[in-house]
């Protein structure tokens, strides 16, 4: 080609001096990827000398030199000093050489497609970018959909002129990047038709903590631009990474419809882009079949494999042909870097009202008033330490966001710009709210809770909270083995460091409550519910052809992320265990569950798996784990049934898990019970016979023991775990289940709370201690004080 020009097939990802991050980057994948399915559009990309030579033959170099130093003596502001260089740029003129150049390489693009103009995207790489320590996210243009030589090599001086936006110029002297070192090449690469086929972006790790066995993927109708500006709440999908080469397994973790409020197309001009509403039915349907998300995942595990680190990448969907294409890909520069050996933990002392909800970023709390700013022209209204409130935050407003305690957001996913952003800052930010600009108001003091899950909550007033440094390196190794109590799936990833064996104790209740939110029943039978429920089930369900399918498919995700975090690792799965008036308030449950006076021993647990009142639902429980062990692949997941009563029920229950998929010892399935009922002591040995383990449920236990309501705040004092009656129970039941061969675990807060429980535990001899994340730490402590 030339000097000043280079297709991206001649380049490698060491060029990134000649052609800045993404075109180097560009160019490795087109020369070395093509034959592993990495699809990328063809393009080329203008060098590093060619923007140097533009400067020099409009002689800028000192004009700009100079109005920086302005800028740094503070005899100019900011907005002007960029204001000024930008112009300057935008009304040079091309040195011959480079001008030829760019239309020979445009003619020629053009020839490769068939058309005589065809339509590219033009944009910018600064030769200092996605670095790894520095993502310069957003941090200059991207123009899409360019037409012609002529409207190519104004998008190119456009693209030089980027260099000095004002959030370009504040990154710069954040990070200590000398603005006089950093050059910029700009790629010209031909459009995909993803504004009638859909585009997004995409991770090879989990964002948010760092998880490394993770694909997550955003989508949105149309081009990506809004999705990387967050001017959207796109799909969200997670991938199971490990599982990817095996094609008989369907290893998607989540799968999260967005709300996709608006897609950019082709303009009528054909030469500019528009943003136009999405239908009804587009918002109401996922962008991605499984079969593409699995196809990008492999993309993305392809891509991290042969640069050797995690990948942010941006994707496009041909509308015309279906395929995909990778449009852009980057080193990850926050995660990645972050210290393995510790993390901060952060957790609520106190909560107010809940005011909002979103899609969480970051993993910290933050308090303070709130300042809200809908359109940039009121930044100046901006107060240090506030949490800022906009629509979507839009990159140009980094010098602000710097300064905020938080961010909460109306639009966005957790793979925007304004998302990355925040947390190289290391600012927690909810995005996609939908509605925090109507909600919150100027100087109300809010707490923005980013540590409780995927999702985040805005709450009334300043809360009190904890933050603990964890360092691993001072946990102490137990013979006994310490799991992890687990029942949100979305902030099971918060702690995948932990050196946990397994998890003792996920409860299935918790996916149902807050991912399906319907009853079981009312989902098989949704034509004995009145209209308005119905319509809200209808809502609820969307994206999903059959309702029964939606309860499966759900469960299976939300369990699957536990599973996923400990894999291979055992993780124990107790079927649901609502009670009857817990099970009343599920959407449309209250013409399926009787009213009982103390559903506290009513029908709950195994009693309703066999029951022609709950069966069906049970049989969709049992869909669910059959999917996640064998169509997911988590074949760590044990089974455990709740206040089993008797062996015979044992026996009913057991006899409706195989008839569903679930035969105990088929495909290595262990089944456990729940010790909490007196006869599950008195009776050990029978019901080792029909389980592989006991795990004790040391809060039924107690109160049916003492025969002490464990909600009754009159009889507090009486419910006691170390009583000798309770410590009888657990004691013998340990002894009993280990002279036949069957394993015991205790689930609860006691060993944390007190170290001479955990104490009598090992002294007991019991295998396993399963308790929430936040107590880990001193429950190994706490074990290998007892374990001498």
């Not at 998607?252 to 996709?260: F, M």
């Not at 939908?434 to 805005?458: K, P, Y």
């Not at 990833?493 to 079981?520: C, Q, S, T, Y």
């Not at 049970?618 to 074949?635: K, N, S």
């Amino acid at each position: 080609m030339g000097d000043f020009v280079k297709w991206f097939g001649d380049l490698r990802r060491g060029d990134v001096a000649t052609v800045g991050g993404k075109n180097a980057s560009l160019g490795e994948m087109v020369a070395t990827l093509a034959g592993q399915g990495i699809k990328v559009p063809g393009g080329f990309a203008t060098t590093a000398d060619a923007y140097r030579a533009y400067l020099d033959h409009n002689d800028l170099n000192a004009r700009i030199a100079d109005t920086l130093a302005a800028l740094d003596s503070h005899r100019i502001e900011l907005a002007e000093a960029g204001a000024a260089i930008r112009k300057m740029i935008r009304e040079g003129h091309w040195p011959d050489d480079i001008l030829a150049q760019i239309r020979d390489a445009y003619a020629q693009l053009s020839d490769r497609a068939g058309v005589e103009n065809v339509s590219v995207a033009v944009r910018s790489s600064a030769t200092a970018e996605d670095l790894p320590d520095a993502s310069f996210a957003g941090q200059q243009e991207t123009y899409l959909n360019v037409q012609g030589p002529e409207a190519l090599l104004a998008a190119c001086r456009r693209c030089f002129a980027s260099l000095f936006t004002d959030r370009a110029i504040t990154y710069r002297r954040l990070k200590g990047f000398d603005h006089a070192k950093v050059a910029l090449s700009i790629g010209v690469q031909q459009m995909v038709r993803s504004d009638t086929g859909g585009s997004g972006v995409m991770f090879s790790l989990d964002t948010e903590t760092g998880y490394p066995d993770m694909v997550l993927i955003n989508a949105a109708w149309g081009l990506g631009e809004n999705v990387v500006q967050g001017a959207v709440t796109p799909d969200e999908y997670q991938v199971y990474k490990p599982f990817l080469d095996r094609p008989d397994l369907m290893p998607i973790l989540e799968k999260s419809l967005g709300a996709k409020e608006k897609k950019m197309i082709y303009g009528r001009d054909g030469r500019s882009t528009r943003n136009v509403p999405t239908s009804r039915a587009e918002r109401g349907r996922f962008v991605l079949s499984d079969a593409e998300i699995l196809e990008l995942a492999r993309m993305a595990a392809t891509i991290e494999r042969h640069y050797g680190c995690p990948m942010d990448m941006e994707w496009a969907r041909d509308g015309d042909t279906g395929e995909l294409f990778i449009v852009q890909a980057r080193p990850e520069t926050v995660q990645s870097r972050a210290d393995a050996a510790a993390f901060r933990s952060y957790t609520l002392k106190t909560k107010g009202k809940e005011l909002l909800t979103g899609l969480s970023v970051g993993g910290a709390i933050a308090t303070g008033p709130v300042c809200v700013i809908e359109s940039a022209r009121d930044i100046d209204r901006f107060i240090d330490g506030a949490i800022l409130v906009t629509s979507i935050t839009d990159p140009d407003w980094v010098p602000i966001m710097k300064r905020a305690a938080a961010i909460v957001t109306d639009h966005g996913g957790r793979t925007s710009h304004a998302a990355i952003v925040s947390r190289e800052l290391g600012l927690p930010a909810i995005v996609g709210t939908g509605n925090a600009t109507h909600i919150l108001h100027d100087e109300q003091e809010v707490t923005v809770s980013c540590a409780e899950g995927e999702t985040g909550f805005v709450y009334q007033g300043i809360s009190d909270y904890e933050v603990e440094d964890i360092a691993l390196s001072e946990m102490p190794a137990t013979r006994t083995r310490v799991m992890l109590n687990m029942a949100n799936p979305s902030a099971a990833l918060r702690w995948w460091r932990l050196p946990a064996g397994g998890v003792g104790l996920a409860r299935m209740e918790f996916v149902v409550n807050n991912a399906i939110k319907a009853h079981p029943m009312a989902l098989i039978h949704p034509e004995t519910l009145d209209d308005e429920t119905r319509e809200q089930i209808d809502a609820l369900t969307a994206g999903y052809a059959d309702k029964k399918r939606f309860f499966v498919e759900k469960l299976a995700m939300g369990l699957s992320r536990i599973a996923a975090v400990s894999y291979p690792e055992p993780v124990i799965v107790r079927m649901s265990d609502f009670k009857t008036n817990e099970y009343a308030d599920l959407l449309g449950g209250r013409g399926f569950e009787p009213q009982e006076e103390n559903p506290m021993i009513g029908f709950r647990g195994a009693s309703r798996y066999y029951s022609d009142a709950y069966g069906p639902g049970f049989a969709l429980e049992c869909q669910a784990i059959r999917h996640l062990r064998e169509r997911m692949g988590f074949d760590n997941v044990v089974v455990m049934i709740p206040f089993c009563r008797t062996p015979e029920e044992a026996d009913r229950v057991l006899e409706v898990m195989a008839a569903n998929g679930l035969r105990r010892g088929e495909n290595g399935l262990q089944v456990y019970v729940m010790c909490e009922v007196p006869s599950n002591v008195i009776l050990a040995e029978e019901f080792a016979k029909r389980f592989d383990g006991f795990s004790i449920g040391s809060n039924d236990l107690t109160q049916l023991t003492l025969g002490v309501d464990r909600d009754s705040g009159e009889l507090a004092s009486l419910f006691d775990e170390r009583n000798a009656a309770v410590q009888w129970m657990i004691r013998s039941v340990i002894e009993r289940a280990h002279a036949v061969g069957a394993k015991v675990g205790f689930c609860g807060q006691a060993p944390s709370n007190d170290p001479d429980f955990a104490r009598l535990l090992v002294g007991y001899g019991i295998d396993t201690i399963s308790v929430t994340p936040d107590s880990f730490l001193s429950v190994k402590r706490n074990v290998a004080a007892a374990e001498g």
